[in-house]
């Protein structure tokens, strides 16, 4: 069982509202904060231990700034992300970037940035020379193949197009070697929202492996592995939490009987979670704005699917109560609606729910990774602000709601004005 709560109470909350036009998101800067330590809290068992939240998950360099504060490092795969952890304050090798399809002009900027380079492929190394220069530390990812078991999301690492095989991971830090790198990291990400903790001990049980292969083949001892992200949370109230505690034990354990037998202790353990760092943290608020009884019962409400698409994507369960009736029995059973012209935009299909009016203030929890950073435009939707829930209790803007004017902004109607029509004369 998982509690689901939000930090304001319904007046509170109307006042916020009041204040910040819904929708908008609301992140828990102590709750955030709380968690962090508690995962380097778990994982201080390591002699060695950093964990790169992925930018991807929540681009916003104050959530970011804060997470620099706690001790984090930034995973990114694109320009923008690694100018968002500069931003925020997190340099050098607090950066890794673990990208794939890696244009040249990012491999350049990663290398000015001196952030850690996660080659995706071995091919790479030679574009990685031509583009940047080989620095004197990298990384590779692993796609261990059939060697591990599928999960829901990400699907069989042989069907996904990350990494290089084991056979041309031990080659390519030959090659890498051979080029001048004196420091290397083993990368592998396998999972995606999973939340069976012996799947994540087994990954890292998998590079500790590999990281003993690579020495006893080639001499090449491992700076670090990186068990990339994945951890899951529990969307539905009755999943359970994941146990850090657990899970670093017992990534421990298998560190003393592989890595110090082994001779390659002290190993770095790094990691990439971003989910359990602020999804259940964050909050989409948005109001009820229309009822509508046709086949269905159905509440239409201000925010759609272009400020948070998991569930019209994956058909992913967000928890829901309605501020002010938490308490209140689920008498009805609604589909929850957003505005968009597609039939999956939906937040809640047939969810028991307490007797919703317009104006009602509607909480989606468990919407602070992977949320308002997976929006998009479609339909001339505007995507919604995001807000912080400071220590003391106040809020503060961490982003404005779009206005009209972004949508339009990479459009020139003066050109338009004289834009000639080329309907052919015959
Ligand atoms: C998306 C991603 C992450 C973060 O994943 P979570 O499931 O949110 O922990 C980490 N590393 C890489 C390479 C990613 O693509």
Known sequence: MSTKSF???????????DRFPTPFYLYDEAAIRKNARAVLKAFSVFPSFKEHFAVKALPNPFVLK?????????DCASLPELMLADAAGMKGEAVMLTSNETPAREYVAAKAQGAVINLDD?????????????PGLISCRYNPGPLKEGNAIIGKPEEAKYGFTREQLIEGFVRLKAKGVTRFGIHAMVASNELNADYHIETAKILFELAVELKRKTGIRAEFVNIGGGAGIPYRPEQDDLDYGYMAKGM?????????PAGLDPLGLRMEWARVMTGPYGWLVTKAIHTKSIY?????????MADLMRPGMYGAYHHLTVSGKEGALATETYDVVGSLCENNDKFAVQRRLPKIAVGDLLVIHDAGAHGRAMGFNYNGKLRCGELLLRTDGSAVSIRRAETVDDYFATLDFAALENFPSSIPND
């Open 7 to 17: 930090p304001l109470d319904s007046q509170k909350l109307r006042a916020l509202a």
């Open 66 to 74: 804060i997470l620099a504060d706690e001790g984090f490092g930034a």
């Open 122 to 134: 071995i091919t790479h190394i030679d574009f990685l020379e031509t583009a940047a220069g080989i």
């Open 252 to 260: 421990r354990a298998a560190y003393d009987s592989i890595v110090v």
């Open 296 to 304: 269905r019962e159905y509440i239409g409400v201000d925010a759609s």
